[in-house]
C-alpha cells in the first residue's frame, strides 16, 4: 500500500510538474512577439488563476481542513455518542509493526444501530496494546454511535484517542508551501522569460502555467473517483445507520415484464 501511494504520488509530480515545462520547452520556439490579443491573453490568465486556486483548495481541504473536522466529531462522539455493545463476529490480522508492537487490525462488528436495528460493519484500525487480545472473534466492545449523521465518522470505540501524527502534519505543511511555491514561481518565472513588456499575452492552452494546472485537476478528479469506487457510497452508510429492518411483498410478478413492483412494510 505504501509503495503504490510512494509510486502514483512520483508519478502524479512528473505529469504535473517537469512534463509540461519539458513539453513546452522543447516544442515551442522562443516567442518575442504577443501571442494573442490582449483580451484572449487576460482570459487565458482568469482561466489559469481559477484552476490553481481549485488545486490549492482541493489540497488544503483534503489535507488539514477534512482531518481538523474529523478529529472535532470524535471529539464531540466521545462526549456526548450514543454507546451500544459490539460483537466481533471476525478479526484479521494486516499487518505487524515490530517497532511499536502495535498490530493493523480488520474486525467486523455486529450491533444495534441508532434505531436498535442489528447491523454489522467492517473497520480497520490500529490496535496499539496486541498481548490484551482484547478484538479476537467473539469478544465483546464497547461503541459510540455518532447521533449527527452529517458527520463521518458514523461510530468510534469507546475508548478511541484522538491524536495527530506529528510527522504526517509535517510532511502536509511541507507540501502544502511547496505547492503554493511551486504556483507563484511558475507565474513569476514565465512572465519575467516571456513577457517583453506585453503582459500575459505570451499565454496559450498548452502553456505550462495552464497545462499544468490542467493535468493537476485531472489526476485530482480521477483520485476522487477511484476513492469512489473503493470506498462504500456515504448514502448506504447513512441507511446503515440510521435505517429499521423492513419486509417486502412480492404483489405482482408478470413473465413478460421487466419491472418488478414491490410493496414493503416496516417492521417495528
Same mark, same amino acid.
Given at each position: 500500500?505504501?509503495?503504490?501511494?510512494?509510486?502514483?504520488?512520483?508519478?502524479?509530480?512528473?505529469?504535473?510538474?517537469?512534463?509540461?515545462?519539458?513539453?513546452?520547452?522543447?516544442?515551442?520556439?522562443?516567442?518575442?512577439?504577443?501571442?494573442?490579443?490582449?483580451?484572449?491573453?487576460?482570459?487565458?490568465?482568469?482561466?489559469?488563476?481559477?484552476?490553481?486556486?481549485?488545486?490549492?483548495?482541493?489540497?488544503?481541504?483534503?489535507?488539514?481542513?477534512?482531518?481538523?473536522?474529523?478529529?472535532?466529531?470524535?471529539?464531540?462522539?466521545?462526549?456526548?455518542?450514543?454507546?451500544?455493545?459490539?460483537?466481533?463476529?471476525?478479526?484479521?490480522?494486516?499487518?505487524?509493526?515490530?517497532?511499536?508492537?502495535?498490530?493493523?487490525?480488520?474486525?467486523?462488528?455486529?450491533?444495534?444501530?441508532?434505531?436498535?436495528?442489528?447491523?454489522?460493519?467492517?473497520?480497520?484500525?490500529?490496535?496499539?496494546?496486541? *498481548?490484551?487480545? !482484547? =478484538? $479476537? /472473534?467473539?469478544?465483546? @466492545?464497547?461503541?459510540?454511535?455518532?447521533?449527527? %449523521?452529517?458527520?463521518?465518522?458514523?461510530?468510534?470505540?469507546?475508548? *478511541?484517542?484522538? !491524536? =495527530? $501524527? /506529528?510527522?504526517?502534519? @509535517?510532511?502536509?505543511?511541507?507540501?502544502?508551501? %511547496?505547492?503554493?511555491?511551486?504556483?507563484?514561481?511558475?507565474?513569476?518565472?514565465?512572465?519575467?522569460?516571456?513577457?517583453?513588456?506585453?503582459?500575459?499575452?505570451?499565454?496559450?492552452?498548452?502553456?505550462?502555467?495552464?497545462?499544468?494546472?490542467?493535468?493537476?485537476?485531472?489526476?485530482?478528479?480521477?483520485?476522487?473517483?477511484?476513492?469512489?469506487?473503493?470506498?462504500?457510497?456515504?448514502?448506504?452508510?447513512?441507511?446503515?445507520?440510521?435505517?429499521?429492518?423492513?419486509?417486502?411483498?412480492?404483489?405482482?410478478?408478470?413473465?413478460?415484464?421487466?419491472?418488478?413492483?414491490?410493496?414493503?412494510?416496516?417492521?417495528?
Amino acid at each position: 500500500m505504501k509503495f503504490m501511494i510512494i509510486f502514483w504520488g512520483a508519478f502524479l509530480f512528473f505529469f504535473c510538474v517537469p512534463f509540461p515545462i519539458f513539453i513546452y520547452m522543447m516544442s515551442d520556439e522562443f516567442a518575442t512577439e504577443p501571442r494573442n490579443s490582449l483580451a484572449v491573453s487576460y482570459g487565458y490568465l482568469g482561466f489559469s488563476l481559477l484552476i490553481w486556486i481549485y488545486v490549492i483548495v482541493f489540497f488544503i481541504n483534503t489535507l488539514f481542513v477534512k482531518t481538523f473536522k474529523e478529529k472535532n466529531t470524535i471529539q464531540s462522539i466521545l462526549q456526548k455518542g450514543i454507546p451500544r455493545e459490539a460483537k466481533i463476529i471476525d478479526y484479521k490480522l494486516l499487518k505487524y509493526i515490530p517497532k511499536t508492537n502495535i498490530n493493523v487490525i480488520q474486525i467486523v462488528l455486529s450491533f444495534p444501530n441508532l434505531r436498535n436495528t442489528l447491523i454489522e460493519h467492517e473497520m480497520m484500525f490500529h490496535d496499539s496494546k496486541p *498481548q490484551e487480545k !482484547r =478484538f $479476537n /472473534a467473539g469478544n465483546k @466492545v464497547k461503541v459510540l454511535l455518532n447521533p449527527n %449523521l452529517s458527520q463521518e465518522p458514523y461510530f468510534i470505540l469507546n475508548d *478511541q484517542k484522538v !491524536r =495527530f $501524527n /506529528a510527522l504526517g502534519i @509535517v510532511l502536509r505543511i511541507v507540501f502544502g508551501i %511547496l505547492l503554493i511555491a511551486y504556483v507563484i514561481g511558475l507565474y513569476s518565472y514565465f512572465y519575467t522569460r516571456e513577457s517583453f513588456d506585453f503582459g500575459w499575452r505570451f499565454l496559450t492552452f498548452m502553456h505550462p502555467i495552464i497545462f499544468s494546472g490542467v493535468m493537476t485537476i485531472i489526476y485530482v478528479l480521477a483520485f476522487q473517483l477511484i476513492v469512489g469506487k473503493f470506498f462504500k457510497n456515504k448514502k448506504e452508510e447513512h441507511i446503515l445507520f440510521s435505517g429499521r429492518n423492513a419486509e417486502a411483498t412480492i404483489e405482482d410478478f408478470p413473465f413478460f415484464k421487466q419491472l418488478i413492483n414491490i410493496k414493503y412494510t416496516l417492521i417495528h
